[in-house]
């Protein structure tokens, strides 16, 4: 048995067209918008009509880019499927993509980075999104190098969660600005000294953002007394401890009322604000 022949939409009259997008979801729409850039054109009047006649459940709608070896990838994810919708070099195409899918369709976006690809296109992806203050669900770069630009750039990007893994990367006093005031932070192999670490927790009680921050793996020891001197910290009781451990585990006071504990390795540095029902 023969496979049925190709079937060509665009080729069909403007009205007839209208009619058969007018049977699809309207995250269908959007998968047919990013196959190319005359589909695009063709099906920008139907995104209106789907909007008024359809409630699809868009809170699983998830936009994942991915920049990886010599190619970014594009997969749009629903609580239904995952579709590929682009990989290729062309960083216009990403971008081009990403504000098709926010000016119409509330998705979420997540991005995840390796240095193996051109440190430029990915500096005009994060600029991008800085520029368009467009909200990062998780931003995640993983690699040995990273200049100081893209470092500070990823941070200024505010995502939500923000993983920064296995970078060679000198951490400067304005760094730890940006670093305050975001929601998330995990960072992995990037040195950060005791100092570092007491300017974060002065700052982050003068009222920070900050929620979560965890820095792992670090080459040079800490010191309990650097990092807490000034912090009017104080030691969690016995019966309140997570980790059980004696002498690592304090509790710290932001401006705002918000309680933080802090954990403090020889090569690990956990800050989480737990609310209000910390216990001291």
């Known amino acids: 048995m023969s496979s049925p022949a190709p079937f060509h939409l665009l080729k069909l009259p403007t009205v007839v067209l209208s009619d ?3 049977y699809l979801k309207i995250s269908d729409i959007f ?30 709608f998830e936009l994942n880019i991915y920049a990886c070896q010599d190619y970014f990838e594009i997969i749009f994810s629903k609580l239904t499927a995952h579709i590929n919708l682009y990989k290729g070099s062309d960083v216009n195409r990403v971008l081009e993509t990403i504000s098709d899918f926010l000016e119409n369709l509330r998705v979420c976006i997540n991005i ?3 240095d193996l690809y ?34 500070r750039g990823l941070f200024k990007s505010k995502a939500t969660r923000l993983t920064v893994r296995r970078t060679a990367h000198n951490i400067q006093l304005h760094d730890i600005d940006l670093m305050v005031h975001c929601t998330s932070v995990t960072l992995s192999g990037i040195n950060l000294d005791s100092d570092h670490l007491n300017v974060l927790v002065k700052k982050w009680k003068e009222n920070s953002s900050l929620e979560y921050f965890v820095a792992g793996q670090m080459e040079s020891p800490l010191e309990k007394s650097v990092i807490l001197e000034g912090t009017n910290s104080r030691q969690r009781s016995e019966d309140t401890r997570l980790y059980r451990y004696e002498n690592y585990e304090f509790l710290t006071t932001c401006n705002n009322g918000k309680v933080s504990d802090l954990t403090i390795f020889e090569n690990c540095f956990f800050l989480f604000v737990f609310g209000d029902f910390i216990t001291t």
Do not use: M, P, W
């Open 20 to 22: 058969v997008l007018d």
């Open 31 to 60: 998968i047919l918008r990013a196959t190319s850039r005359k589909t695009t054109c063709a099906v920008k009047q139907s995104i209106g009509h789907a909007n008024k006649r359809q409630s699809e459940d868009r809170r699983f």
């Open 112 to 114: 995840d980075i390796s």
């Open 118 to 151: 051109n440190e430029g296109d990915i500096k005009r992806l994060v600029a991008f999104i800085v520029r368009k203050k467009i909200s990062v669900n998780n931003l995640k770069f993983e690699g040995k190098n990273i200049s100081n630009k893209l470092f």
